[in-house]
């Protein structure tokens, strides 16, 4: 679908006879459109599933596959970790703001152990084991990671406690995960019609969404939903001009998306006074390598620090992209990049390398004594076990020596293939505005009625801030509940 194609509502009474017909119709096949769909075909509605692409998966399908879970699930228990919602909730609602969705996160964290147990009955399994060292995602398939919640300010807020859940495979899970729930919204009794795009929402003459006009290989395909439309179409990242109305920020770094992540259904939405909430919100990975950044420091283009270097890696990632001038590197000596574990250094070499700082700082082309200065305040309190400008645990702080190298974060993850220059990619994180069961709202807090989304085509419980697994965890959760919703939508007609 073109940026600029029409997404105006068709009216019901244009329409005459539709294509096909069913109870909820789900717009979009990742995780939260599978999770919609299961539970709305579980409900007794008759659920149809249209994906753009040539199967279900999405964007979902090609993330790592994390999830974040807690206030103790199985997994969590099984390496010895003590959970509660109440937690869960305080550090969540510290790392997803400022201004992140607390009813959200308070029923998240409240069904957090209902809703492993829901994976876990779609067929998604998990390894009782746990991975203990810091990295963006593990290459093993350990059940169990660290996602921020042992380092400072977080673990001042919140006892420190592992939940990033991930699928039993080796490496990247999103595929697995999808197979799993795409495979039981199906069983449930979700049809699926594939390669067929929703452009357009039909509404009635009062105003309810009856259904979407779609497109099949250039052809118009139309579809009436007695009760209710779910819109799972996932962000905008991959549409320029919403990036350039809503989030400029993401323009000119890489895409976290499977490109199709267009913004459609927002677009549909808002054409028929859907309200759009924290539009500007996004997520940035820099390719820096967490296990790197711990044993050195990351620095601006001035030579300077600014964040603790052991938190969640997409804050220091957001950080550095918003605030800082790039470009960013990991400065690192020899000693702390010949101590991260192989398994850990994705084949990533230094870029620069030098005996003297002033030499590497003409290498970077930094102010001369800029990195001079900050290295010699870092081993300072280094020596002292110390670090109280930005509170980096101890167990990662020791005196930087000679030769001294630096990691370019542009040269990604496999050793320089792939990733855009500057070393950044991200996705979006507004859309639709939608209450707690997945009612999207109109610019006067009330719900449109027939419509709902979730996933990221809708804003879920991220404020200014995003930790990983919370894409694919409010996704799902709020997705079922959109699916339960939806499937109890009643019409005047169909009452």
């Not at 974040?68 to 969540?92: I, N, R």
């Amino acid at each position: 679908m073109s940026p600029r194609s029409s997404v105006e509502p068709v009216p019901l009474a244009e329409i005459g006879a539709f294509d096909h017909e069913c109870d909820v119709l789900v717009a979009g096949f990742g995780c939260a459109g599978a999770a919609a769909a299961f539970e709305a075909a579980r409900a007794g509605a008759d659920v149809l599933v249209l994906e753009r692409a040539s199967g279900p998966g999405g964007s979902s399908a090609q993330s790592g596959g994390e999830l974040y879970l807690g206030g103790g699930t199985e997994v969590q228990k099984a390496c010895g970790f003590d959970d509660d919602p109440d937690t869960m909730y305080a550090y969540l609602v510290k790392a997803l703001g400022p201004n992140a969705d607390t009813a959200k996160i308070r029923l998240y964290c409240d069904g957090s152990v209902e809703h492993f147990g829901w994976f876990r009955e779609c067929g998604v399994t998990f390894n009782p084991s746990f991975y203990d060292r810091p990295t963006w995602m593990p290459m093993s398939e350990d059940g169990l990671m660290w996602l921020g919640e042992n380092a400072w300010p977080y673990n001042t807020v919140a006892r420190p406690v592992p939940r990033g859940h991930r699928p039993a495979a080796s490496g990247f899970g999103g595929a697995v995960l999808m197979e799993k729930l795409s495979a039981a919204a199906t069983a449930a009794g979700a049809v699926t019609h594939v390669d067929t795009v929703a452009s357009n929402l039909v509404l009635d003459g009062d105003g309810r969404v009856a259904g979407v006009v779609a497109r099949k290989y250039g052809e118009r395909v139309t579809y009436r939903a007695r009760r209710a439309v779910v819109l799972t179409t996932g962000g905008f990242v991959d549409n320029e001009e919403m990036l350039a109305d809503h989030a400029p920020v993401l323009l000119g770094h890489g895409k976290v998306s499977d490109g199709l992540d267009d913004g459609s259904g927002i677009r549909m939405a808002a054409a028929i006074g859907a309200a759009t909430r924290r539009m500007g919100v996004v997520e940035i990975a820099l390719t820096a390598l967490p296990a790197m950044v711990c044993r050195g420091m990351l620095v601006d283009g001035l030579g300077r620090r600014f964040l603790n270097e052991d938190v969640y890696p997409g804050h220091w990632s957001v950080h550095a992209v918003r605030d800082q001038p790039g470009p960013y590197w990991t400065i690192i000596d020899e000693e702390g990049y010949e101590s991260v574990p192989e398994a850990d250094r994705w084949g990533v070499l230094p870029k620069y390398a030098a005996e003297t700082l002033a030499e590497l700082e003409e290498s970077l082309g930094m102010p001369p004594g800029a990195l001079e200065a900050t290295v010699g305040t870092y081993n300072r309190h280094a020596e002292q076990g110390e670090d109280p400008y930005f509170h980096k645990d101890p167990k990662w702080l020791r005196p930087l020596k000679p030769p001294f190298a630096a990691i370019d974060p542009g040269a990604g993850f496999f050793g320089g293939t792939g990733g855009p220059a500057s070393g950044a990619s991200g996705f979006t994180l507004g859309g639709l505005h939608t209450t707690v069961d997945g009612e999207v709202l109109n610019n006067s807090g009330v719900p449109v009625p027939g419509l709902y989304a979730a996933g990221r085509a809708a804003s879920g419980m991220h404020g200014e801030g995003y930790v990983s697994g919370t894409s694919l965890g409010d996704g799902t959760f709020f997705g079922r509940r959109a699916g339960r919703a939806a499937a109890a939508s009643t019409t005047e007609e169909n009452a």
